[in-house]
């Protein structure tokens, strides 16, 4: 670093690929291109090599203030956990990072296992409801959550969790909403939802549900297939889009097979212009039976559009029933579909709902003000603030 810098040095390590197109990967886009460059240099670590085709997310890469790195690790515990371990000391050492963030469990691990330098602050980003976490493992946090500084997460809930399986300390624990950007994501015109329907080959007057979440067990699109059939055989203009990929797909045809839907449901497979499909929706479903902060249903909001969420994790924080839209309960597809069908055919409660979920992102999720609170975090842990 050059002398005189004053700039805050931020390690930022994940397990997954930085440039994926997951809710947790949107967030370390967001933060590590939205903090200032006169103000941070940033080292983006994946215990990952895998890299994102076309140009996805490669914007990261032309940031001055930026880089990434790439240091796979197939288990903390093998040679490849010891390796990455080891090197990021050396870089710690080295660069005298200021602020060493992690994320998921092995860059948590790793993490804690760091040595503690002076003058070093070190965070622990819970992203999640640690649905994957084992009971050993809940019970090693417990041990190693004291290492921290502060653990941060997007929803009161997962705080809550945490102090309930890992005995955290209140005050190590720091709530920081997710945000989104209400510029790229606001409410479509007429002409604009027109477009986007027609571009998906949808009828004008369709009944569009929208689920924007990989194909894994957790995100339950089984039970939203199996509710959506119920919906369409009393509604046969409702159809839905599912937008994602991921290894739960096979499954997800057969069941769209199975329950012979396959004409009013849409695979869009992964896609990185979601704003664009958005405003061909009614409304966005997202049944997980586990959940962080959403940046799916933070998105929608901010489209304007209701949502029709399982009361778990940070959906129960985001998703005000009746307000902004429909709680229900998770892996209860009867529920699901009462409520997918009564919201079908109430397009004065879908207006109320969008227009109530976009005032709401306004007001408390915004992308600026989720990036300053993490800037006040740093600079308050570090005696800048």
């Known amino acids: 670093m050059r002398a005189g810098d004053r700039r805050i040095r931020l390690l930022l390590i994940t397990d997954t690929p930085v440039l994926a197109p997951g809710g947790s990967e949107r967030f370390l886009q967001n933060l590590a291109t939205r903090l200032p460059a006169d103000a941070y240099r940033i080292t983006l670590v994946q215990l990952h090599e895998q890299k994102m085709p076309g140009n996805h997310g490669h914007h990261l890469l032309s940031q001055p203030h930026l880089r990434m790195l790439s240091l796979p690790v197939h288990a903390v515990y093998d040679r490849s956990g010891v390796s990455a371990w080891r090197r ?9 990072f200021d602020v060493v963030q992690s994320q998921h469990e092995k860059a948590d691990v790793l993490n804690a296992l760091l040595p503690r330098l002076p003058g070093t602050v070190y965070i622990s980003n819970r992203r999640d409801m640690g649905f994957k976490k084992s009971p050993k493992l809940q019970y ?13 997460a997007p929803a009161r809930q997962i705080l809550a969790g945490l102090a309930d399986c890992e005995r955290l300390d209140p005050l190590r624990m720091t709530w920081i909403p997710n945000g989104v950007d209400t510029r790229r994501y606001a409410p479509a015109p007429l002409q604009r939802r027109l477009d986007a329907r027609a571009a998906l080959g949808l009828d004008s007057e369709a009944i569009v549900f929208g689920c924007v979440a990989r194909m894994t067990p957790v995100k339950r699109h089984v039970d939203l297939i199996e509710a959506f059939a119920t919906v369409h055989r009393e509604l046969p203009q409702a159809h839905l889009l599912l937008v994602g990929d991921g290894p739960d797909l096979p499954q997800v045809q057969a069941k769209i097979a199975e329950f012979g839907v396959g004409d009013a449901v849409t695979l869009l497979s992964f896609r990185d212009d979601v704003d664009d499909l958005l405003p061909a929706m009614d409304a966005l479903v997202l049944c997980s039976s586990s959940e962080g902060m959403s940046n799916a249903i933070l998105e929608a909001m901010a489209c304007g559009l209701p949502v029709v969420a399982t009361a778990v994790g940070g959906n129960l924080h985001l998703v005000q029933h009746e307000q902004t839209g429909l709680l229900v309960p998770p892996m209860d597809p009867i529920s699901l579909a009462a409520s997918l069908q009564w919201l079908a055919q109430s397009p004065h409660a879908r207006r109320r709902m969008g227009l109530a979920a976009r005032t709401r992102i306004e007001r408390e999720f915004s992308l600026d ?3 300053l609170a993490f800037d006040q975090l740093y600079r308050r842990l570090l005696g800048r603030a």
Do not use: I, K, S
């Not at 290492?147 to 941060?152: A, H, L, N, Q, S």
């Open 140 to 152: 090693a946090f417990r041990w190693l959550n004291p290492r921290y500084d502060t653990v941060v």
């Open 88 to 96: 990021l000391g050396e870089m710690l050492r080295r660069e005298r």
């Open 369 to 371: 003000a989720m990036v």
